[in-house]
């Protein structure tokens, strides 16, 4: 029995799960959340610092990111 996906494809795909059971996708998926995940870090990274410098533990950079 074959599944009818709609216009929304990718997304159902992605919430679904049915990503992990096409065997064209098994190979990227630990690429995807390795990237996914070291963005988060960053992302961490780069709040943490405009906290710190905030609170005036860190020199603010003035030219990262044109601030």
């Given at each position: 029995?074959?599944?009818?996906?709609?216009?929304?494809?990718?997304?159902?795909?992605?919430?679904?799960?049915?990503?992990?059971?096409?065997?064209?996708?098994?190979?990227w998926?630990?690429?995807?959340?390795?990237?996914?995940?070291?963005?988060?870090?960053?992302?961490?990274?780069?709040?943490?610092y405009?906290?710190?410098?905030?609170?005036?533990?860190?020199?603010?950079?003035r030219?990262?990111?044109?601030?």
């Amino acid at each position: 029995m074959a599944a009818t996906l709609s216009p929304h494809a990718p997304a159902q795909l992605i919430s679904t799960g049915a990503s992990k059971r096409t065997e064209r996708f098994k190979a990227w998926i630990p690429n995807i959340e390795r990237t996914g995940g070291i963005l988060l870090l960053l992302a961490a990274a780069y709040f943490a610092y405009r906290a710190a410098a905030y609170a005036g533990w860190v020199p603010p950079r003035r030219d990262l990111f044109g601030n």
